[in-house]
Nanobody, 122 residues
């Protein structure tokens, strides 16, 4: 599976962005997907995950109510809708895929996109 993340940019605090992750392959629905982020000097952290069917989602506490993960298996795409952005959301955001569902552990993911920069100004 090859993943291509896009949609990052510079936004003011309180603004919104929608990240996209396009996947190659014909078995996209078999993969759980996750969004992670990494700020300078910090470890990569889990943001949100979604099951292969899209029926189950899971969020880190710090994004609950602000971020929404979704997917369209017909389009081989997963999105991360982000609203009410804060300066502390500034990071490189990565999408990742793993078979058999999602988890919050980065080490459990087999495939990673290249990352897209999100910068939130105060």
């Amino acid at each position: 599976v090859q993943l291509q993340a896009s949609g990052g940019g510079l936004v003011q605090a309180g603004g919104s962005l929608r990240l996209s992750c396009a996947a190659s392959g014909r078995t996209f629905s078999r993969y759980g997907m996750g969004w992670f982020r990494q700020a300078p000097g910090k470890e990569r952290e889990f943001v949100a995950g979604i099951s292969g069917s899209g029926g189950q989602t899971y969020y880190a506490d710090f994004v609950k109510g602000r971020f929404t993960i979704s997917r369209d298996n017909a389009k081989n795409t997963v999105w991360l809708q982000m609203i009410s952005l804060k300066p502390e959301d500034t990071a490189v955001y990565y999408c990742a895929a793993r078979p058999l569902g999602y988890t919050s552990a980065p080490s459990a993911y087999d495939y990673w996109g290249q990352g897209t920069q999100v910068t939130v100004s105060s």
